[in-house]
Nanobody, 123 residues
């Protein structure tokens, strides 16, 4: 069974940084591409970033490009999202997700999800 657990969310002031972490079980980190999504109140869930299984390719939504960095450590079974220069528009529930392919796709179709961690950015 695929299991994903996010952590690291919290309340920060605009302009500051935050790092989210996601840990998963062996099945995920052996073969899956991983990603981060977010959903703000009243808005649809959007793909934020994706990283392929080997970590050699990363993808970002235009809204976070240049500010967010995704990384993974397969040995530790850990996925990270470093978020810099946060703004109120980044306030959302952030979800870790696993994709049952080794590569990312512009379809942003993923197969397993964590329960999320809340990020709130005050102005």
């Amino acid at each position: 069974q695929v299991q994903l657990v996010e952590s690291g969310g919290g309340l920060v002031q605009a302009g500051n940084s935050l790092t989210l972490s996601c840990t998963g079980n062996v099945l995920i980190f052996d073969n899956y591409a991983m990603g981060w999504f977010r959903q703000a109140p009243g808005k649809e869930r959007e793909g934020v970033s994706c990283i392929n299984w080997g970590g050699s390719r990363t993808y970002y939504a235009d809204s976070v490009k240049g500010r967010f960095t995704i990384s993974r450590d397969n040995a530790k079974k850990q996925l990270l999202l470093h978020m810099n220069n946060l703004g109120p528009e980044d306030t959302a529930m952030y979800y870790c997700a696993a994709r049952d392919f080794s590569s990312c796709s512009d379809s942003w179709v993923f197969d397993a999800w964590g329960l999320g961690t809340q990020v709130t950015v005050s102005s």
